[in-house]
């Protein structure tokens, strides 16, 4: 029998040892909800996967400094313009370079390993940067069909993601007395686990198992505010979570003016053409002649998947940011910044912060 049936209802397992997430009450009138970061340590053309990786520590200090939640990593493979396929070894890389900001997953791309290997390896890190470590959960695999291959990835281990779930918090809890395997580092330790999803199924999971839910509206928005509703709608509270907290993806690049930002947004939006093309490759330098050359049909493409970027200057930043969390009720966002130049990136960090009065 399976532990869990999205038409049935879920043994949702007690995590001993895990403490309820805060969650904060949201004004938007006076204050933005908390603001955090997801990375894909991106490689540019020119660049490589070493200076990726240390930008993205670099783009870690810079965040910490400027007060962010987290900085997240992502689990993409067989990607030229990624270089954050290790993500548990990058997360550490991070981690070790910065203080106090939480660091994690954003996610792990469960179905792509043994739930065993993530408890040991999330263990490890949560040993070597207590308090600092979140691990969250996407049954995606991060690949095209050739690399889930090489993998060793079964295409149906999807539809046991929500078991994968289970085990692994299993691993985390206290091993019990005559226990013959348990997860060394990680039993007992408290790794905050979230759902990831960009469809009503993580959504669900999310509400049922009492978890954290981040959804992927920074490049798939279409289900944005019915995944919202379900997961409110739908949540169970936990011994992690006691009220639902819902983090949104978003697309943000700032900078001094609107249409410099723009400039700077060609970067992304070159990369997702030709990764819909089935040509991914390093993140191309801005072109402000881009667009004029589309077709309409990736026009349209592209219409769809900056439905939610936030792109312009501080002032457009701060509107913008504002605007979407009052339409979606988030408890805290989650922004992606793909541009070509490390000091505009990190500047667009610094504007982004200031749009959001971090620190304040």
């Known amino acids: 029998m399976r532990a869990f049936d999205l038409a049935g209802k879920p043994r949702a397992p007690h995590v001993k040892g895990h403490t309820a997430l805060a969650v904060r009450s949201t004004c938007y009138k006076n204050a933005m909800v908390p603001l955090s970061i997801l990375d894909l340590s991106p490689i540019v053309q020119g660049g490589?996967?070493?200076?990726?990786?240390?930008?993205?520590?670099?783009?870690?200090?810079?965040?910490?400094?400027?007060?962010?939640?987290?900085?997240?990593?992502a689990e993409h493979h067989n990607m030229p313009g990624v270089a954050s396929a290790a993500t548990a070894v990058v997360i550490g890389h991070v981690a070790a370079g910065t203080r106090s900001i939480r660091v994690g997953a954003g996610?792990?791309?469960?179905?792509?390993?043994?739930?065993?290997?993530?408890?040991?390896?999330?263990?490890?890190?949560?040993?070597?940067?207590?308090?600092?470590?979140?691990?969250?959960?996407?049954?995606?695999?991060?690949?095209?069909?050739?690399?889930?291959?090489?993998?060793?990835?079964?295409?149906?281990?999807?539809?046991?993601?929500?078991?994968?779930?289970?085990?692994?918090?299993?691993?985390?809890?206290?091993?019990?007395?005559?226990?013959?395997?348990?997860?060394?580092?990680?039993?007992?330790?408290?790794?905050?686990?979230?759902?990831?999803?960009?469809?009503?199924?993580?959504?669900?999971?999310?509400?049922?198992?009492?978890?954290?839910?981040?959804?992927?509206?920074?490049?798939?928005?279409?289900?944005?505010?019915?995944?919202?509703?379900?997961?409110?709608?739908?949540?169970?509270?936990?011994?992690?979570?006691?009220?639902?907290?819902?983090?949104?993806?978003?697309?943000?690049?700032?900078?001094?003016?609107?249409?410099?930002?723009?400039?700077?947004?060609?970067?992304?939006?070159?990369?997702?053409?030709?990764?819909?093309?089935?040509?991914?490759?390093?993140?191309?330098?801005?072109?402000?002649?881009f667009l004029e050359g589309l077709e309409p049909a990736a026009r349209a493409v592209l219409a769809d998947f900056t439905a939610c970027a936030v792109i312009g200057s501080r002032d457009t930043v701060r509107q913008g940011l504002r605007s979407f969390a009052e339409r979606t009720g988030a408890d805290e966002l989650i922004v992606t910044t793909h541009v070509f130049e490390q000091a505009a990136r990190l500047r667009s960090l610094e504007l982004t912060a200031q749009a959001a009065e971090l620190g304040r």
């Open 107 to 289: 996610g792990i791309m469960l179905p792509n390993h043994a739930p065993y290997v993530i408890a040991e390896q999330f263990g490890t890190l949560e040993s070597l940067f207590p308090g600092r470590i979140d691990l969250a959960l996407g049954r995606a695999p991060g690949s095209d069909p050739l690399t889930q291959r090489v993998l060793r990835r079964d295409p149906a281990s999807a539809e046991h993601f929500p078991d994968d779930v289970l085990e692994l918090q299993a691993w985390f809890r206290e091993a019990a007395e005559g226990q013959a395997v348990r997860a060394v580092p990680g039993a007992g330790l408290n790794v905050p686990l979230w759902i990831l999803g960009s469809s009503l199924f993580g959504a669900q999971l999310a509400a049922s198992l009492g978890l954290p839910y981040a959804f992927a509206s920074h490049f798939a928005p279409a289900a944005l505010m019915q995944a919202c509703a379900v997961y409110r709608s739908q949540f169970r509270p936990s011994a992690q979570l006691q009220r639902p907290y819902l983090m949104l993806g978003v697309p943000v690049i700032a900078a001094d003016t609107d249409r410099e930002a723009q400039l700077l947004q060609t970067s992304s939006l070159q990369s997702f053409v030709q990764l819909r093309r089935g040509r991914p490759g390093p993140l191309p330098p801005p072109d402000p002649q």
């Open 48 to 73: 490589s996967a070493s200076l990726a990786l240390q930008n993205t520590r670099e783009l870690a200090q810079h965040a910490e400094r400027l007060g962010y939640q987290r900085f997240w990593l």
